[in-house]
């Protein structure tokens, strides 16, 4: 009798173990590819922030080349996609992304906002896609970016606006504050795929993003909680020592 | 005339004396072992003072990067590495500090080593 108790001691500890070890990993339904983005709580409220907002020209993808985060959720199919968005501290030509209907880091369709110095100048429908697919993924700059459809704005630096994208078979179309910007009929209908926000030069605040099927919201976050995986590398600084061990090493 | 020309000579004298006192020798170097287990391919140091990349293929494992000079001498580092479904970058956390970002010496030739990657 007791060996049976030890027994369905052991399982339950492993199933809470497993239970648990799931419930981490799903935690995370963003991915940041660059930059450096937070969840920011302060005492009215939490938003998603990009904080660095210089971005480095890698040049593996679009979105590298951006701060980026991705929705870890690779198959989101939907009708519309809505957040707020303030776009604060521009340093020469701003950029910010939403993108959706992502299967890579080089295919995609966005809504790109640019600006000025001084304000938001342009809103337009892009694709990207991989221009030779006979080259390997490492090299650089295999991609190009298509503008679908462009529309001149004058939208303020520092105020929130809510944007929403919405589709309709292969019809798409651009809200500003419930406001249409922009709309386009693209070439194919969408399957769907992952959705995320990039921007450079900028620093981007995000919140209540909800994401509709229908009547359905089939992805959200209000960014109360930290929800986003980041990639660490630890390193560590050599010793005079052990960079001679090296030396001797790479002689060899 | 002969007094001026040893003015001017002695003038001239303290002026290349001053050049060559002004001449800073004190290169500071910055290179990178790769002790992660994976790839990486690109890395950037003080957002662009310096890079190092190794054309498509990345240092591998075990690999060191050349020696290179760097100007400025506080900063963060990153580096982008190949995680399958596209390439991402990620920031280089130092152990010793656990900060991202670190303080040479004027002057002198440091090596760091990556020893991990995660996720």
């Known amino acids: 009798m007791k060996q049976y108790q030890t027994i369905v001691l052991v399982l339950t500890v492993c199933l809470i173990g497993i239970g648990t070890t799931l419930l981490q990993a799903s935690d995370f339904i963003w991915q940041q590819i660059s930059g450096n983005w937070s969840v920011v709580t302060d005492n009215k409220e939490s938003y998603l922030k990009e904080n660095r907002s210089k971005a480095f020209n890698f040049d593996y993808s679009p979105l590298i080349n951006c701060n980026t985060i991705i929705s870890t959720n690779s198959a989101i199919v939907f009708t519309t996609v809505t957040h707020t968005l303030t776009l604060d501290a521009p340093q020469g030509t701003a950029t910010y992304l939403t993108f959706f209907n992502a299967s890579d880091y080089r295919q995609f369709y966005a809504v790109q906002f640019t600006g000025n110095d001084s304000c938001i100048t342009t809103i337009s429908i892009i694709q990207s896609d991989i221009k030779d697919t006979t080259l390997p ?53 969408l399957e769907g795929g992952s959705i995320g926000f990039a921007s450079k030069n900028c620093i981007p605040i995000i919140d209540n993003c909800k994401v509709y099927n229908g009547s359905t919201i089939v992805f959200e976050d209000d960014f109360s909680k930290e929800s986003i995986r980041k990639i660490i590398l630890k390193g560590k600084k050599l010793t005079p020592q052990e960079i001679e061990v090296q030396k001797k090493k790479q002689n060899k | 005339m002969t007094q001026y020309r040893i003015i001017t000579i002695i003038i001239a004298s303290l002026i ?72 991402q970058e990620g920031t280089v956390i130092i152990g010793e500090t656990g900060s991202g970002s670190l303080s040479l010496h004027d002057g002198s030739s440091e090596v760091y080593t990556i020893i991990s990657v995660t996720p």
């Open chain 2, 16 to 87: 290349v004396t001053a050049g060559i006192g002004c001449t800073n020798d004190d290169t500071t170097e910055l290179a990178w072992i790769n002790d992660a287990g994976n790839p990486i391919n690109d890395i950037i140091w003080a957002d662009g003072d310096q890079t190092w990349a190794n054309g498509t293929t990345g240092y591998a494992d075990q690999a060191q990067t050349e020696s290179k000079k760097v100007n400025a001498l506080y900063g963060s580092v990153i580096a982008s590495i190949d995680v399958g479904s596209g390439f």
């Open chain 1, 137 to 189: 993924k490492q090299a650089k700059g295999n991609f190009i970016i298509t503008t679908l459809a462009s529309s001149d704005v004058h939208l303020a630096y520092g105020q929130p606006y809510t944007l929403a994208i919405t589709i309709n078979n292969t019809s798409i179309a651009v809200l500003v504050d419930n406001k249409q910007v922009l709309s386009h009929t693209l070439n194919e209908k």
